[in-house]
């Protein structure tokens, strides 16, 4: 930080401004904060964008003149350095690289209200509400959610088990998937992991749906696009929307539907297109197996009383799921 320069025939030495700026820009580089991730939020349809606190680094213009001046004091000291934020926007660019601009999906299912199915539907849509899937990545409900607990806000309901309707803590959740999986297909996400109800549940889109348990069936969602995808739940006391806010890549549609029997039970295909921006169309196709009935097998056998079921009330579990009303929009 020292050279020597001939003042008045005398060798004096002689600080360097620019070279200390340099060197301490070098030595505090790996102390720079951490740049925050934007944060994307929808308020009444409207997307906003929080580029959190700019991050600053080391160091401001300026350096050279403190550290002269607290080395001449021959008292050691603590120098408080300048910083610079390390983005200029603030983020708004990085912000922009999401792609994250519009609504590209959305879709709304319906159910009775004040059950406690509702508790867990609301609870796994505030837990969910706010992911983004980036280009490539995938995103698995299990993995993030993890096993459902009454510690982590859920409540006991009904579930299909070996085809039999019984209590599970978390019951209802597959409205919440059902719903997210449905605006994913309209998105023209991949959807490389899933699984249909049992027994075919009338509010819900006949071959066009999803159930959850934990550690299996999971619901996975695969972005295959180059922009990433917010995943935004809401819900009232009746209903369970789930938006997809992204750039919109894919048009999707789905353009028929096909049904088989496997023994007793019946296999239904959903065939959609995926249309890409330079035309290419991508077909593929999701399915569903429903059983006879409940505690049916798809040999027509009775089906193994899971521990613990009540069968007296199977019936009445069933009587819960009401027919609803479903609304889906693809942008």
């Known amino acids: 930080w020292i050279d020597s320069d001939v003042v008045d025939g005398e060798l004096v030495p002689v600080f360097v401004g620019d070279r200390v700026q340099e060197s301490v820009q070098t030595l505090f580089t790996d102390y720079a904060e951490p ?49 610079v934020r ?13 792609g994250i601009t519009e609504l590209v999906a959305t879709f709304t299912t319906r159910h009775s209200c004040c059950q406690n199915r509702v508790t867990n539907i609301h609870r796994i849509a505030d837990l969910v509400r706010g992911q983004i899937l980036e280009p490539g990545e995938t995103f698995s409900v299990n993995d993030f959610i993890g096993r459902r607990t009454r510690a982590n806000g859920f409540v006991s309901d009904g579930v299909i088990q070996s085809g039999r309707f019984i209590d599970e803590v978390g019951g209802g959740i597959s409205q919440f998937a059902t719903t997210t999986f449905n605006a994913a297909f309209f998105a023209g996400l991949d959807i490389p992991e899933y699984q249909s109800h049992s027994i075919y549940i009338s509010r819900y889109p006949y071959g066009r749906e999803a159930t959850l348990s934990f550690p299996l069936p999971d619901l996975e969602l695969h972005n295959p696009t180059p922009y990433a995808v917010l995943i935004w739940p809401t819900y009232t006391g009746s209903s369970i929307t789930v938006d997809m806010w992204s750039t919109k890549y894919f048009d999707v549609e789905q353009v028929r539907q096909s049904s088989f029997k496997i023994g007793a039970c019946t296999r239904v295909n959903t065939y959609r297109e995926r249309t890409a921006p330079d035309g290419t169309v991508l ?25 613990g079921a009540d069968i007296g009330n199977s019936a009445a579990l069933q009587l819960v799921h009401p027919a609803g009303v479903l609304t889906s929009k693809p942008m």
């Open 86 to 98: 390390v983005e200029d926007d603030g983020g708004a660019a990085r912000a922009d690289e999401f």
């Open 35 to 83: 740049l925050p991730t934007p944060q994307f939020t929808v308020d009444e349809g409207e997307l906003h964008v929080d580029l959190g606190v700019p991050a600053r680094q080391c160091c401001a213009e300026g350096v050279a003149p403190l550290l002269y001046e607290a080395a001449a004091s021959g008292t050691p000291k603590a120098v408080e350095l300048p910083t």
């Open 283 to 307: 077909e593929d196709f999701v399915f569903a197996t429903y059983r006879p009935g409940e505690g049916l097998d798809c040999a027509g056998n009775p089906t193994p009383v899971p521990p």
